[in-house]
């Protein structure tokens, strides 16, 4: 059943009581209950049942980008992330040195527990909407169902991919501003991070943040989708 169609039920099934508590029973109590259903009724009425879902899932991830900016802060860390999957877990590992080499975190990744605190950086759950991988759409095309259909968080998303670098454009994005620096240095934005948190999964491959630029039309970002030997 729909918001809609459940606010439709209620405001019918109000009306009636409202006019039977006051004007046959005189029962101002029921009245009162009667009124409140009319009022959640009408408010459910109101509401697009298209944006509950997205509504629900970016309040659920902003809650846990700022427990991650927490983390980070909490760490010190400086590093870029490295987007990845361990143990059948979308995963981003996070070096607390800007200039640590990249290519050896991969293979240090694999070794070490799936745990916060680690010798060389920290590893956090990034924000990221689970949908079945599908090997038979485009990763643009898988992308923009998460990103634009699923979360509305922006308007579209390219994808130019040349060898293992990859350029994501992200027009018009909707995430709200959350003060989250840290995050934003280590991470990318909130439509950066799971972007190429869902873009590891689609690669199969882990995936580093080089850069995020906004721009008059959003926000552009630069990876590496990096080579397991």
């Known amino acids: 059943m729909k918001v809609k169609e459940l606010g439709l039920i209620l405001i019918i099934i109000s009306i009636p009581l409202s006019v039977f508590s006051i004007f046959i029973l005189n029962y101002m109590e029921m009245f009162y209950v009667s009124l409140g259903i009319l009022v959640i009724g009408l408010s459910s009425f109101s509401i697009d049942d298209n944006n509950i879902l997205p509504y629900t899932l970016r309040k659920m991830i902003e809650s846990s980008v700022l427990n991650i900016e927490a983390l980070l802060e909490e760490y010190n860390t400086l590093g870029k992330a490295i987007y990845t999957e361990k143990d059948d877990r979308n995963i981003a590992f996070i070096p607390y040195k800007e200039d640590e080499n990249y290519y050896y975190l991969v293979d240090y990744i694999k070794k070490i527990p799936l745990r916060v605190s680690n010798d060389l950086g920290i590893i956090i759950f990034p924000p990221f909407h689970k949908v079945e991988y599908n090997y038979k759409v485009s990763d643009e095309s898988w992308i923009n169902s998460i990103i634009v259909d699923d979360l509305n968080l922006a308007s579209n998303v390219k994808i130019l991919k040349e060898n293992n670098l990859i350029t994501v454009n992200i027009n018009e994005p ?56």
């Open 174 to 229: 909707k995430g709200r501003y959350l003060n989250i620096p840290r995050y934003y240095k280590c991470l990318g934005s909130l439509e950066t991070s799971i972007t190429l948190s869902a873009l590891s999964t689609y690669y199969r491959k882990p995936v580093r943040l080089i850069e995020e630029i906004k721009s008059d039309q959003g926000i552009i970002v630069r990876a590496e989708v990096i080579k397991i030997e």
